[in-house]
């Protein structure tokens, strides 16, 4: 009687553990319901607290996305609204998203929206990373399979292939590391000092207001390093919202 308790229990047990959902899954599905509720019911400052409050957990969706962007812009937010503009360009390639973008850039007037063929190119570079990285490394393993064929089939020295296997290698590993390099920030605060150096004493540079955008080079202790207007400059790391 006591062993068929305890296989009982330790069957329970076991779909319990299989069964389980961490507390703060569950937390931020129950947060995004409500959100999504409040939202539905035009409360939109209390959605926003929800919405925010899931994307701190690191979690979120394309519509969530949306619909943060939707209150910051009623709420007279470029910063913010872009921002979560751009994360649900990156999470879903949708090019309506650049669109709005670029019609918010004209109507706040802010720089660092024009389009340029360079913009083009590496945004189709990032919607296409996956997809490249999946066919380097595919090349690479046809060009081992091969080189192992030569080597012990042939009984020849594939030495061709290792030096061209060796270039792709190369070139894959700095793909891989190139998207991670990449970013640009948003500026999500008003009056914002930019700055000659990561200094409170460096000489100011510009004073601006939210919703700009600037490319993202570097980082020293709370300053990140910047590229606006062209040269090298820096910004309260607390001001700005990256994004990659």
């Not at 229990?9 to 319990?16: M, P, R, S």
């Not at 910063?79 to 751009?86: A, Q």
């Not at 706040?108 to 063929?117: I, R, S």
């Not at 008003?190 to 510009?206: K, L, Q, R």
């Amino acid at each position: 009687m006591q062993s068929s308790v305890l296989k009982i229990a330790v069957l329970v047990t076991l779909l319990a553990g299989a069964f389980h959902i961490p507390a703060a899954a569950q937390t931020s599905s129950y947060r995004l319901y409500t959100a999504d509720s409040l939202f539905r019911n035009r409360q939109f400052t209390q959605s926003l607290q929800h919405y925010e409050s899931v994307l701190a957990n690191g979690e979120y969706t394309p519509a969530m996305l949306l619909r943060m962007a939707y209150i910051n812009e009623g709420l007279d937010r470029p910063g913010k609204t872009l921002y979560y503009l751009s994360m649900y360009y990156q999470a879903t390639g949708d090019r309506a998203a650049l669109r709005k973008m670029e019609e918010l850039a004209r109507k706040y007037n802010l720089t660092g929206y024009t389009v340029t063929d360079a913009d083009r190119l590496l945004s189709w570079y990032l919607e296409s990373r996956d997809y490249i990285s999946i066919g380097l490394a595919a090349f690479c393993i046809l060009l081992l399979a091969i080189a192992f064929r030569i080597r012990f089939r042939m009984n020849s020295r594939p030495i061709g292939t290792f030096i061209t296997l060796t270039i792709f290698l190369a070139i894959l590993l700095v793909h891989l590391n190139a998207g991670d390099n990449l970013q640009r920030g948003i500026i999500a605060e008003a009056n914002t000092f930019i700055m000659t150096g990561p200094s409170p004493g460096a000489d100011v540079v510009e004073r601006v207001g939210e919703g700009h955008r600037l490319d993202v080079v570097g980082k020293k202790d709370v300053w990140l390093k910047v590229k606006w207007n062209g040269q090298t400059a820096y910004v309260k790391e607390g001001n700005v919202l990256t994004v990659n």
